[in-house]
């Protein structure tokens, strides 16, 4: 069981920054991908950034270049830095953790992000 607890959402003007944390509570395996999601006004959920153990990371076309994804030497925190941030990144931002061996995907409670123009 792990439990991720989402932190560093808010109101920032455009092209501004956040940082966002998300601290994993729980044993935490090399195999899990740990990442960001996102869900905008009347949109799906979206992916943004993942992290693996090898610290391979994968970045959405619409922030590739302004965010910056990575976790501490534990792996028990993840951190997406948001740069440049557009009025279009407003959302809320999921932590995700998704552990292979069972199929099965952990998420944080959200974090709202609002870009004002």
């Known amino acids: 069981q792990v439990r991720l607890v989402e932190s560093g959402g808010g109101l920032v003007q455009a092209g501004g920054s956040l940082r966002l944390s998300c601290a994993a509570h729980g044993i935490i395996f090399n195999s899990d991908v740990m990442g960001w999601f996102r869900q905008g006004p009347g949109n799906q959920r979206e992916l943004v950034a993942t992290v693996t153990s090898g610290d391979s990371t994968y970045y959405a076309d619409a922030v590739k270049g302004r965010f910056t994804i990575s976790t501490n030497s534990a792996r028990n925190t993840v951190y997406l830095q948001m740069n440049s941030l557009k009025p279009e990144d407003t959302a809320v931002y999921y932590c995700?953790?998704?552990?292979?061996?069972?199929?099965?995907?952990?998420w944080g409670q959200g974090t709202q992000v609002t870009v004002s123009s």
């Open positions: 995700n953790l998704r552990r292979p061996t069972n199929s099965y995907d952990y």
